[in-house]
């Protein structure tokens, strides 16, 4: 039996900390997070002081706290080591776009999506996807993309961990699996459920393996996407999902070449 250190608790207290923040709730105060994590006041208490002294949290006053710049260069790393970024150069730019539509490039984690870009095309409207939003991939369009490169029970899981983590409803699985199962055989996935008035037309990204990396969309005002808006959208995006995804595979294929070199 292996009994965890007292430093190892600690860190796990800490992640506990960390993980309880939320774009739906990015300032918390040590009330509210002892509520989400479930640790006396006091441990929280301590844990945000030491959080803050590293970076990881910072301290907004007479509200609580938020995460800290630290973690923008942790985060920044693990973006890189995919390759998506820079796999994505100069491909995202060359997708035409009608009046009120515009581009989103999105890393999928574990059941989320971070969008990474966006490119606004003519008479721009406001959109919920900016640049460093992370969002639940079941309810996006470029989240449903990735998500519809991964096997039934997988997507489940990982929506079901989502929901729990965020205090969401968990979606009608068997409306879900419909979906992914149409974006697998499209490959592309048209959705209208992340905000009110708009549609995403979301192809994915995979790395080498077959496993999404994330998904490039064209959305915008629903009222765009005529029939032949969204098959012009769709075969748009499925190509520049297909392009990014060979850059990235080259990419790896390269640098495990290099590794076995050395």
Wanted: charged share 20%.
């Amino acid at each position: 039996m292996v009994v965890a250190s007292k430093g190892n608790a600690s860190v796990a207290k800490a992640m506990v900390v960390l993980n309880a923040f939320s774009p739906v709730q990015p300032t918390l105060s040590v009330r509210q997070l002892a509520e989400r994590t479930q640790l006396p006041r006091s441990t929280t208490h301590s844990l945000c002081l030491a959080l803050c002294q590293a970076g990881m949290l910072e301290q907004v006053p007479r509200r609580g706290y938020r995460l800290g710049s630290a973690l923008v260069g942790l985060g920044g790393q693990v973006i890189d080591r995919t390759g998506l970024a820079t796999a994505s150069e100069g491909l995202l730019r060359r997708l035409p776009l009608r009046t009120c539509q515009e581009t989103h490039l999105a890393q999928f984690v574990d059941g989320w999506v971070v969008y990474l870009d966006r490119i606004t095309g003519r008479e721009p409207r406001p959109m919920r996807n900016r640049v460093g939003l992370r969002a639940p991939a079941h309810r996006t369009g470029c989240g449903k993309a990735a998500l519809s490169a991964l096997e039934p029970e997988v997507v489940e899981r990982l929506v079901s961990l989502t929901c729990e983590a965020e205090r969401l409803p968990a979606p009608d699985f068997t409306e879900l699996t419909a979906v992914l199962t149409t974006a697998r055989r499209d490959g592309f996935v048209v959705s209208h459920s992340f905000q009110r008035g708009t549609t995403s037309v979301a192809a994915a990204i995979t790395d080498l393996t077959g496993n999404p990396v994330g998904a490039v969309s064209i959305a915008g005002l629903s009222e765009t996407f005529t029939r032949k808006a969204v098959a012009e959208a769709a075969r748009n995006v499925t190509e520049a999902g297909l392009a990014i995804s060979h850059r990235i595979a080259d990419r790896l294929g390269t640098f495990r070449a290099t590794a076995t070199l050395t």
